[in-house]
């Protein structure tokens, strides 16, 4: 079955932490790989996302994610959070079509 | 570009009533796809439509419907609606980039049954 598990369901940090969150993805065939964030009030955007290519991929405000097609994973990090990426991050998977699964999200708290 | 707008933002329906939700894409993209989100079952996948053509459905059931029209504007349907169908439902515009497809969100109708 084609599933989406997020390792963290909340997570709080400090500012000038670091940050990875977890993605592991069950998908049979091509997979072209999400992170959407959805910050308080507002609407689901896009982070970043892999197609194919380089494994490791650069997103929008500073957030990279490592493609490691062995593990299943598609882990996002970042070096140094800020009180502005207090949100809700999700991990989707998707197939060459427009049927992104997602996984259950991770809730980020981040303390100034 | 504007992006994709979705009417009514907000809605208090009746249990047994119907509902009909409505989505413009961005200009240009020619699919969109539906979800729900809930807190309990998170988003998931309801529909997809190119071209006036449904292309994928989730597990839904049949009271969940949608269409497509010419200028690739969407609806989606409930029918006999349920307590249960108490949700954020949201559109995602779809661009054919390079390698895949990329989804983007408009701010979803917050539907409440009463």
């Not at chain 1, 670091?18 to 072209?32: A, D, I, K, P």
């Not at chain 1, 593990?71 to 140094?80: I, V």
């Not at chain 2, 995602?92 to 390079?98: D, G, Y």
Request: charged share 15%.
């Amino acid at each position: 079955a084609q599933s989406v598990s997020q390792h963290n369901h909340h997570v709080i940090l400090s500012e000038a932490a670091s940050l990875e969150l977890g993605c592991n993805y069950s998908y049979g065939g091509t997979v072209n790989l999400f992170w959407y964030v959805q910050y308080p009030g507002q609407h689901l955007q896009l982070l970043l996302k892999y197609f194919s290519g380089d494994p490791l991929v650069k997103g929008i405000k500073g957030f990279e994610a490592e493609f490691i097609k062995s593990k299943f994973s598609f882990n996002l990090r970042k070096p140094s959070v800020q009180w502005s990426d207090t949100a809700e991050y999700f991990c989707a998977v998707t197939g060459n079509t427009g049927k992104l699964i997602f996984g259950q999200g991770t809730t980020l708290q981040v303390k100034p | 570009k504007a992006g994709v707008t979705q009417t009514p933002r907000y809605l208090i329906k009746t249990r047994g009533q119907q509902v009909t939700l409505s989505c413009s894409p961005i200009s240009g993209h020619r699919s969109v796809s539906w979800y729900q989100q809930t807190p309990g079952q998170g988003l998931q996948f309801l529909f997809e439509y190119f071209s006036e053509t449904q292309r994928n459905k989730g597990n839904f059931p049949g009271r969940f419907s949608g269409r497509q029209f010419s200028n690739s504007r969407s609806e989606m349907n409930v029918s006999t609606l349920e307590l249960g169908d108490s949700a954020l439902y949201l559109c995602a515009s779809t661009l054919r980039a390079e390698g895949g497809y990329e989804q983007y969100f408009g701010p979803g109708t917050r539907l409440t049954v009463t």
